[in-house]
């Protein structure tokens, strides 16, 4: 897969995920980490999503080395995985089918999610997995498959 730089405003919103997901998961001081907390959430609310329109929680588990291209309008459900390596692009959706809904998307490593995906439900997306623009994708698919259309099918 083609590796190139995150821009600016992804390294920042990374930057602000990744330390919501530590202070989340790994800090272990109760009043210090709830203070910390407090800061995370007000600078998340501020400047991803009232600025941005990204809501990327810190339940989130994303693998080492994301990537975000034009990162504006990306909507991730709390209790998704993505594997390393992965690349978003702007306008990118990973969630449940609605409310009360529980099944959430798996994705794997190496995977490029195009500009508007939309990948809902339980399902799983293998390593190398390539999601073409605006695609719906609501089934599972193998490693190495290319996917798109609404609603998505394996183009090769």
Known sequence: MRRTR?????????????????LYYRFKLPVLRQLLL?????VNLIFLKFAM????????????????????????TPQA?????????HQVTIGNKGVGATGIPTIGDDVE????????????????????????VTQSFPNHAVVGG???????
């Open 6 to 22: 995150t821009d600016a405003l992804g390294y920042f919103v990374i930057g602000v995920y990744r330390t919501g997901n530590w």
């Open 38 to 42: 407090l800061v995370y959430k007000i």
């Open 53 to 76: 329109g990204i809501d990327i929680p810190a339940t989130v588990r994303i693998g080492p080395e994301l990537v975000i291209y034009h990162p504006h309008g990306i909507v991730i």
């Open 81 to 89: 995985v993505i594997g390393a390596r992965a690349i978003l692009h």
């Open 113 to 136: 999610i195009g500009t508007g995906a939309v990948i809902i439900g339980e399902l799983t997306l293998g390593d190398g997995v390539r999601v073409g623009a605006n695609a719906v």
């Open 150 to 156: 609404v609603p998505a099918r394996r183009l090769r």
